[in-house]
T-cell receptor, first 113, second 110 residues
Framework: GENVEQHPSTLSVQEGDSAVIKCTYS??????FPWYKQELGKGPQLIID?????GEKKDQRIAVTLNKTAKHFSLHITETQPEDSAVYFC????????????FGGGTRLMVKP | NAGVTQTPKFRVLKTGQSMTLLCAQD?????MYWYRQDPGMGLRLIHY???????AKGEVPDGYNVSRLKKQNFLLGLESAAPSQTSVYFC?????????FGPGTRLTVL
């Protein structure tokens, strides 16, 4: 089955700096890669996603890049703000009966004011 | 439009007790999922459903049962709770790929 690894597990940045979180996946058939943000005591919320026919996608301060050959994808947050502090999860999925997601272990991002 | 809701928010059980977690969605989604979240392990899929009346096993199904009698509801049952089932449980639903999550249920088994 699919295996998704996520690094780093914790990341501390100064407000205004950029943050990068990286994920690798094992199944070359995976074709959908979402990123979720989870605030304390809440459920994960989708912040951006990318499909395998696209190499990069951007939405304001966040962007995701995908390298299908190397089987890795990354989340980039620019001009970080204290409200970006949360746990971020990457995931991978391929078209199957349940469109199931396999999640990475998560990254705790701390943005220091 | 409430999205995905979960009942209850918190629950404490004794070993051997049973309980049912309820997930409801008002987005008319076909797919529904139950995950558990443990520290340092991300989210792991317990069971899922691709439509009313159907269920299937995920990555960690042992000790759990599910039912999807109505399209909008997905129930997760623990017949005989064990301390290893202490976790935060999340329900999600989707129309296609994108999954929308509920707020979670924190379950403690003593």
């Amino acid at each position: 089955g699919e295996n998704v690894e996520q690094h780093p597990s914790t990341l501390s940045v100064q407000e205004g700096d950029s943050a990068v979180i990286k994920c690798t996946y094992s199944d070359s058939a995976s074709n959908y890669f979402p990123w979720y943000k989870q605030e304390l005591g809440k459920g994960p919320q989708l912040i951006i996603d990318i499909r395998s026919n696209v190499g990069e996608k951007k939405d304001q301060r966040i962007a995701v890049t995908l390298n299908k050959t190397a089987k890795h994808f990354s989340l980039h947050i620019t001009e970080t703000q204290p409200e970006d502090s949360a746990v971020y999860f990457c995931a991978a999925s391929k078209r199957n009966a349940g469109n199931m997601l396999t999640f990475g272990g998560g990254t705790r991002l701390m943005v220091k004011p | 439009n409430a999205g995905v809701t979960q009942t209850p928010k918190f629950r404490v059980l004794k070993t051997g007790q049973s309980m049912t977690l309820l997930c409801a969605q008002d987005m008319n989604h076909e797919y529904m999922y139950w995950y558990r979240q443990d520290p340092g392990m991300g989210l792991r899929l317990i069971h899922y459903s691709v439509g009313e009346g159907t269920t299937a096993k995920g990555e960690v199904p042992d000790g759990y049962n599910v039912s999807r009698l109505k399209k909008q509801n997905f129930l997760l049952g623990l017949e005989s709770a064990a301390p290893s089932q202490t976790s935060v449980y999340f329900c999600a639903s989707s129309k296609t790929y994108t999954q929308y999550f509920g707020p979670g249920t924190r379950l403690t088994v003593l």
